[in-house]
């Protein structure tokens, strides 16, 4: 007889226990919460996209991290032994997958727009949290399947779309009771960089090697560069940009001397200029930060981008985001402008995780379990099990009558608050005894004094 192969999961995918469930979900309801403050409306999207749809949208290094969804059906038919025997897994992709599972929420919502536009209002504001997928080398704070929070507004230009979506993001981590920092850039000043080192050709090459410096160091950086194809003029005139230091207003009017011949450039510092002023005029508790080393390396970015850092976790990028002006366009829909953010949900979860921040309250574990002595007792007991419910009480009965011992230990595997017991003498006076399973006391109540105990205990 075969072995039975052992149970396993794709990697860089994770199982979540009830317990993890309820931290999961309290960071989605906070989120959500937050949304609703600031008057988004809920959309969905499929899981799958037309592989058109997806590809040529996140640069060459995400169009390799797209998971692609074998075609059904006899497709091999349509193709020559040649073709075959070619190997070239690029040109036969089009022969075997015709669609893929979404890479983000962004390009997906810019499709939903320009297929719905006769039935939106602009601008338009959206959220939407649903599960996406990366091809990508599984490490810690990083899956192959996660969630994204997303946030968007179409159909309007102006910068206070900016400013709002910043206060939610403090919003919510304040919530969280997570301190944060909070970077800025924009893609105008990195297009200004590039025009004033010659390089204009090699913008998105500079962007997305910088956007690694943290992680690789600057050494690294200039050595990816060299190997793009960047001079070694431009990248020594690189060096002091990116290690400009100051407040952000002192950056701010450095930039304007570096890029004073590049108009590109410096609607870029007016933007950021504007967002910054306006945000220091506000209660924001996360700390600013312009760092021009972010670059956030998808390519449909236009004007304001921002990314967030845990202060007191080890732990990546947490949320991100910023100006997208061109993306509808390639759907046929141009001249929309859009704004939005992205809050990683598992990194958010792994981070409340390290600094033990769920409260209590998040962790919705049933308040009451009623012993299981038998069918007399548990008729009595049904209505009062139907009270409490109605009065917004988690309440459990023990599906089997048995050991008061086994009854017991469930309830303590399963971290619940209380016991009712209603035997025969309970019953005799109409009373019923509930017992607090951390401190083992245990008193007679009325139905109603019984609800008023454990609503008290909260």
């Known amino acids: 007889m075969a072995a039975v192969q052992k149970p396993s999961i794709a990697k860089g995918t994770r199982d979540f226990s009830p317990e993890e469930m309820s931290k999961r979900n309290y960071i989605f309801n906070t989120i959500r919460s937050v949304y609703e403050l600031y008057g ?10 037309q592989l058109s749809t997806l590809m040529g949208k996140y640069g060459d290094e995400g169009d390799k991290l797209l998971f692609k969804i074998q075609n059904s059906g006899d497709y091999m038919s349509a193709l020559t032994d040649e073709q075959l025997l070619g190997r070239d897994s690029a040109k036969l992709t089009k022969f075997f997958c015709e669609k893929g599972l979404r890479y983000d929420l962004t390009v997906p919502f810019a499709r939903y727009v320009v297929m719905h536009r006769n039935e939106l209002t602009f601008p338009f504001k959206r959220y939407q949290i649903q599960p996406v997928w990366r091809a990508d080398r599984p490490q810690k704070g990083r899956y192959r399947e996660f969630y994204q929070c997303d946030a968007d507004i179409v159909g309007s230009d102006s910068l206070m779309n900016e400013v709002e979506l910043i206060q939610i993001i403090d919003e919510v981590f304040k919530r969280f009771g997570v301190r ?74 450095s930039l304007k001397t570096i890029l004073a011949a590049s108009e590109t450039g410096l609607k870029g510092i007016d933007e950021l200029t504007y967002i910054i002023g306006v945000l220091d005029r506000l209660p924001i508790q996360a700390q600013l930060e312009l760092d021009l080393s972010l670059a956030r390396g998808l390519n449909y ?14 732990m990546g990028s947490i949320t991100g985001g910023g100006r997208y002006d061109n993306l509808t366009g390639v759907f046929g829909m141009p001249d929309v402008s859009g704004v939005g953010i992205s809050f990683g949900a598992d990194r958010i979860f792994d981070v409340l995780n390290q600094l033990d921040l769920y409260p ?21 007991c049904l209505p009062l099990i139907s009270a409490m419910r109605q009065a917004g009480i988690r309440t459990e009965l023990y599906p089997d009558a048995g050991k008061l011992k086994k009854q017991f230990s ?31 006391e245990q008193s007679s109540y009325t139905f109603e004094e019984a609800i008023d105990k454990v609503l008290s205990a909260r």
């Open 301 to 314: 970015y236009t004007g304001a981008i921002v990314e967030v850092k845990a202060l007191d976790a080890v």
């Open 360 to 380: 209590a309250s998040s962790l919705k574990y049933t308040e009451v379990l009623f012993a299981n002595f038998g069918e007399n007792e548990t008729a009595w």
């Open 40 to 49: 988004f409306k809920s959309i969905e999207t499929p899981a799958m996209e």
């Open 180 to 253: 944060i920092c909070i970077k800025l850039n924009n893609r105008k000043i990195l297009s200004g960089i590039a025009e004033i080192l010659g390089e204009e050709q090699h913008l998105v090459e500079i962007t997305v090697a910088i956007d690694k410096l943290e992680k690789i160091g600057l050494e690294n950086v200039n050595k990816e560069l060299a190997e793009n194809g960047v001079k070694p003029e431009a990248i020594a005139a690189l060096q002091p940009i990116l290690e400009l230091q100051g407040s952000n207003t002192e950056k701010l009017e």
């Open 410 to 440: 469930y309830a303590d595997a399963n971290h619940i608050a209380f016991m009712a017991i209603a035997g025969e003498n309970e019953i005799k006076e109409n009373r019923i005894t509930i017992k607090n399973m951390q401190s083992g």
